[in-house]
């Protein structure tokens, strides 16, 4: 199950928890893309599964789930970085799912918003945005393309360089499987700048927010939730589950 940005409300892991008993093995996996999965299904239950799943708002398009891979700063609006990007998550989500050419994205295809803190430009994106002073730049398989967008013409700008691709694949699954990645159109003149190579992860422990109030970061041991920690979700306000298979 793809969740954009990582986040999940109380209430879906809940859901999830629930699914994973009645239809799997009572387990959750969460993966390198920020998503969760899970294993042990029984024959027969994917219709079940997938009603579960849009009754709790974690399955919004049929037609355009396996493109719907958009990794974002965890703690972006919490503390740090140039922008808030998680309303952005929502913006793009929401693009993603509502154009039908869109739906011909391969599942591999993976969507990043960066606020500038680092912790997810250098996950291996196809499309990035990368927070800079004044807005973000567009980073295309790892690289500043030198386009440029402010918050309000981001998501637009990701949208384009998606379509791009889709206009010169030709079998393709990735943007660095292009043999020349100008042929999408999508360069700039602006100044490059320095797109980090190493992910910066959030560190383990509780961590203060701007608000006063604090975040807790944990990791999961081989990246598998069993019950007992699944039953604990449901009190939860937000979850975020990040690409180092934690939250």
Not at 15 to 36: K, P
Not at 57 to 63: A, W
Not at 208 to 228: E, H, K
Request: with cysteine; hydrophobic share 45%.
């Amino acid at each position: 199950m793809r969740l954009p940005g990582g986040t999940l409300s109380g209430a879906q892991a809940g859901a999830l928890a629930d699914a994973s008993r009645d239809l799997g093995d009572g387990h959750l996996e969460l993966t390198s893309r920020a998503n969760v999965q899970i294993r042990g299904l029984r024959d027969g239950v994917e219709g079940e599964l997938s009603e579960r799943l849009h009754d709790a708002g974690l399955l919004p398009s049929f037609t355009h789930e396996r493109v719907r891979n958009i990794l974002a700063s965890v703690l972006s609006g919490r503390d740090g970085g140039f922008a808030d990007v998680r309303p952005l998550v929502n913006e793009l989500d929401a693009e993603l799912c509502a154009d039908p050419e869109l739906a011909g994205l391969p599942g591999r295809f993976l969507f990043a918003l960066d606020d500038g803190r680092g912790d997810v430009i250098a996950q291996g994106a196809d499309v990035a945005l990368y927070g800079i002073e004044g807005g973000f730049a567009l980073v295309l398989a790892g690289r500043d393309s030198g386009r440029r967008a402010s918050p309000a013409g981001a998501v637009a700008l990701m949208v384009e360089a998606a379509r791009a691709f889709l206009r010169v694949r030709d079998g393709e699954w990735r943007l660095n499987e292009l043999d020349d990645l100008g042929a999408l159109g999508m360069g700039g003149d602006a100044e490059r700048v320095a797109v980090p190579e190493t992910v910066r992860r959030v560190p383990v422990g509780v961590l203060p927010q701007s608000d006063g109030r604090a975040a807790v970061s944990g990791l999961v041991p081989f990246g598998r939730l069993g019950p007992d920690a699944l039953g604990e979700l449901r009190a939860c306000g937000e979850i975020i589950v990040t690409p180092w298979r934690g939250w």
